[in-house]
């Protein structure tokens, strides 16, 4: 069983919106930091947001402040990000990515990910 698993990017125009769902699998994804992040052809993957166990906690890079918010059910063992007013420069493969702790923004702070969702924005 695959434990993490994104869906819901696709194509749309600057200034749209999209809703990124992340699923877990098993019954300790409530246990767990989720996160999002983003890798654009030719750079490094990249912290977007991430969301405490609890949902107590949430942060987001500067570059999607404002913009994005990130969410997650834990009943359903799903993780949410909802995007708004999306510019070109948000183009990417999204993933999620599961922590055992909060704050840690580095891609070496997660073990688990899936396998990723292209956002594609169009000008």
């Known amino acids: 069983q695959v434990p993490l698993v994104e869906s819901g990017g696709g194509m749309v125009q600057a200034g749209g919106s999209l809703r990124l769902s992340c699923a877990g699998s098993g019954r300790t994804f409530r246990f767990y930091t989720m996160g999002w992040f983003r890798q654009a052809p030719g750079k490094e993957r990249e912290f977007v947001a991430q969301?405490?166990?609890?949902?107590?906690?949430?942060e987001y890079a500067d570059s999607v402040e404002g913009r994005f918010t990130i969410s997650r059910d834990n009943a359903k063992n799903t993780l949410y990000l909802q995007m708004i007013s999306l510019k070109p420069e948000d183009t990417a493969i999204y993933y999620c990515?599961?922590?055992?702790?909060?704050?840690?923004?580095?891609?070496?702070?997660?073990?688990?990910w899936g396998q990723g969702t292209q956002v594609t924005v169009s000008s």
């Open positions: 969301i405490s166990w609890d949902s107590e906690l949430s």
């Open positions: 990515a599961r922590s055992n702790q909060y704050g840690s923004r580095r891609t070496a702070g997660f073990d688990t």
